[in-house]
């Protein structure tokens, strides 16, 4: 039987086992308790104070301070578990700097991008004009190659301008019309047995040669600088090249009102017949 103000052993003990008494046993948790004032014996237990209500004050203020650790603790684990939150969040896939940039899709009606090189065509020769393509880049595979005896039928496309595009056929009529039926197939083909196309383009002004009149307005004639290049018509393989100076140092008999201030002395058949020959006859 308990009598009163005996307290009983169990309540030590239970204050002994707890996790509270083992770490206040080692020294952690009674520095945060809190003096409430000069201490008085106490008899119920050793370090105890009772306050005039009979209160005890030191043990009331030693079970605060006993709270404090599993407060830090549990404070610990929700920063730990907050920490492996966040470390997920970043790291668990890769950045957005990191991802590849997504690729530009061109619009549905955007044209096709040029092509380079030189383009086949579809369709066979059939006109003068087909061959003058040869010279801007297209060629026609179903044309007689470059190969086997000759003659070599050759068709020969010149641009005169610097600016303009526009070319036309040549015929050197004295070689072409003045021999053999061979020699007319070889210098005035038919524009499907063509097997060569000789392109001669004015590339720029050399030295001044004279004045010409034209009406009441005088033009000044230079020297016209050329590059004849020589392709085959089924492949635009490159046959030949060369440079050549306009020989014709004579003021043309006609002046185009398109020509400008400028005109430029024209290469002369001699001239074409001389470089082209071993290419067509040889």
Known sequence: MQHAGETPDSAVSGEGSGLGARLAAAGVGRADAIPAGPEEPFAGGPGGTRTDDGVEKGRTAWWRGSWVIPSAVA??????????????????????????????????????????????????????????????????PAAPKHRGDSPHP?????????????????????????????????WAPEPRRAQLVACLDLTGPGKPIRACKSGAEKLSLVEGKYRLTVYEVATRRKVAEAALTGGDRACPFVILTSAGPTLYSAVKDQQLYDVLRTRVEG
């Open 154 to 186: 050759t068709m020969i496309s010149v641009r005169e301008s610097l600016t303009a595009e526009n070319r036309f056929t040549r015929t050197l009529n004295r070689v072409a019309y003045g021999g053999s039926a061979a020699l007319r197939r070889a």
């Open 75 to 140: 404070v610990v684990l929700v920063g730990c578990l907050g920490a492996a939150v966040l470390r997920f969040v970043d790291f668990s896939g890769p950045s957005r700097a990191a991802q590849p940039a997504p690729q530009a899709t061109p619009p549905a009606g955007a044209p096709a991008p040029a092509a380079t090189g030189p383009v086949a065509s579809d369709q066979p020769v059939r006109a003068d004009d087909d061959l003058d393509q040869v010279c801007g880049g297209t060629f026609f």
